[in-house]
């Protein structure tokens, strides 16, 4: 192996390293809000620091692979990628953080059919599962699992969009809950935009990958 | 004017050796080509093919066209002086006459035929300043070539190769041979030069390839892997070769 490829492994170990504790913070978050563990929420919140140093790291490691190695060709693709990924996985990681904050400052647990008809569960599922399948596609530098989250972007998209009339239709039986409802719609569109943020980053391991530009194209149309 | 050059199907061979292989090519009118690949691959071969350098080697055998502006350098009757007139070159290593600053930009000239002094005079400063280094040597001009430091020797090459007024400036490694700042002065010169000149270009660094040329042709073992714009290639490049080898592994 050269030294180029060395330092790049580095970097590649160091980005899915920053991966996993997103993913796991945004799992925290849930069992958080479902259990309403404030204490699990402040650990959220303390581990965002990590999150945060972790992209300060990798940034510079990006920043002295441009001007130690002179990457090109796959090698310039895969320092860019980077680049993007990690900025992407910082911002989920403002997500979870952004979460855990109003977990540890709800005053009553969350309402069981509250989770239930909005169907946030099911949001954090599908955007955990996103998280961790385009790790592996990127790991293993596999585009066709990468190209699957176009699709199942919209699955968290359409939980999204039906949010606003449930929420309307509770809030009107149960105008008590008008502020634990806010909160779970909060939780909603933070959630829709980790699904975004999972979405650019499966358009960057394609870059990567396979030099193709997928940014503002119809992903539809280039599956499979 | 600059002229279109194109090489249809050259092969060539020193002795049994066969060291270009169907090669064919076009390069535009002022642009740079930049050459890269492993020693031996044949770059300088198919470098040295547009002014004719290969003739001077033993048991070379050439077939296919090579053309500039449509004419086949290699047929008969071809005035090989002239074609080095028309197609300028400039080697590795800085090789100024041992006469004067002066006298290596004039000596083309008057080889040439012309004998006017105003009009030698005239040439030797624009050739100088096109070659970015009057400035440095206009109060000494009368000294020895051999007093220039590497980087102005190089420079003093690429004027006296100027001044006979070539369309097409052949380099084979101009720059391997200097420091940084000489090496960023010939590149910035090759750069302005490509206005008025088609250049073609050897280079083992690849960054110097990068930054100076518009199109890159990648060689491997007498054949031409690849050969695109210098942004698609060190970006994406099309085989795994190119890929191998620029990103140095190459093995």
Not at chain 2, 193 to 199: F, G
Not at chain 2, 202 to 214: E, W
Request: hydrophobic share 40%; charged share 25%; glycine share 4%.
């Amino acid at each position: 192996m050269i030294h180029l490829e060395e330092e790049l492994n580095v970097l590649k170990q160091e980005t899915m390293n920053m991966w996993q504790l997103v993913i796991q913070q945004l799992q925290k978050t849930e069992e958080a809000l479902i259990n309403f563990d404030k204490d699990l929420a402040s650990e959220v919140i303390a581990n965002e620091r990590r999150v945060n140093a972790m992209e300060l790291k990798i940034d510079n490691d990006c920043e002295n692979a441009f001007a130690l190695l002179n990457p090109v060709a796959v090698d310039l693709r895969f320092v860019l990628a980077i680049l993007k990924i990690n900025n992407n996985l910082e911002r989920t990681g403002d997500i979870a953080e952004g979460i855990a904050k109003f977990i540890s400052q709800a005053k009553n647990p969350f309402e069981t059919q509250l989770l239930e008809i909005t169907r946030v569960r099911e949001m954090y599922m599908h955007s955990i599962e996103m998280l961790k399948d385009i790790l592996i596609a990127f790991d293993t530098e596999n585009t066709k699992l990468a190209r699957t989250l176009f699709r199942r972007d919209e699955m968290i998209d359409e939980i999204n969009r039906n949010a606003n009339s449930i929420l309307v239709d509770y809030i009107s039986k149960y105008p008590e809950s008008t502020e634990q409802a806010l909160n779970i719609l909060s939780a909603i569109r933070k959630l829709e935009r980790v699904g975004d943020q999972a979405k650019n980053i499966a358009e960057e391991i394609i870059f990567y990958v396979e030099a193709k530009v997928l940014k503002h194209t119809k992903k539809g149309l280039l599956e499979g | 004017m600059s002229l279109i050059i194109e090489t249809k199907d050259v092969n060539l061979y020193y002795g049994d050796f066969h060291a270009l292989k169907g090669i064919s090519m076009e390069m535009q009118p002022n642009t740079v080509t930049a050459f890269i690949g492993p020693s031996g691959c044949g770059k300088s071969t198919y470098l040295r093919l547009f002014n004719r350098m290969n003739d001077l080697i033993d048991a070379v055998k050439i077939t296919g066209t090579i053309n500039i502006d449509g004419k086949n350098v290699y047929e008969k009757g071809v005035d090989i002086v002239e074609l080095r007139r028309k197609v300028g070159m400039v080697f590795q290593k800085p090789n100024p006459f041992p006469k004067t600053i002066f006298e290596n930009i004039a000596y083309g000239l008057r080889v040439n035929g012309v004998g006017d002094k105003h009009f030698i005079e005239d040439r030797v400063e624009r050739s100088l300043k096109q070659a970015a280094l009057w400035e440095e040597v206009k109060d000494k001009l009368k000294k020895s070539a051999f007093e220039l430091s590497g980087g102005q020797q190089q420079r003093l090459c690429i004027a006296r190769a100027l001044a006979i007024e070539p369309t097409i400036l052949l380099m084979d490694e101009p720059a391997s041979a200097l420091d940084p700042i000489s090496t960023s002065k010939i590149e910035e010169l090759i750069h302005e030069l490509k206005k008025n000149y088609t250049i073609l270009i050897v280079t083992h660094n690849m960054q110097q390839a990068a930054r100076v040329s518009d199109a890159t042709a990648f060689f491997y073992l007498g054949n031409l892997v690849e050969f695109g714009t210098t942004k698609d290639i060190f970006t994406h490049p099309n085989d795994i070769k190119t890929q191998n080898y620029i990103t140095g592994r190459f093995g």
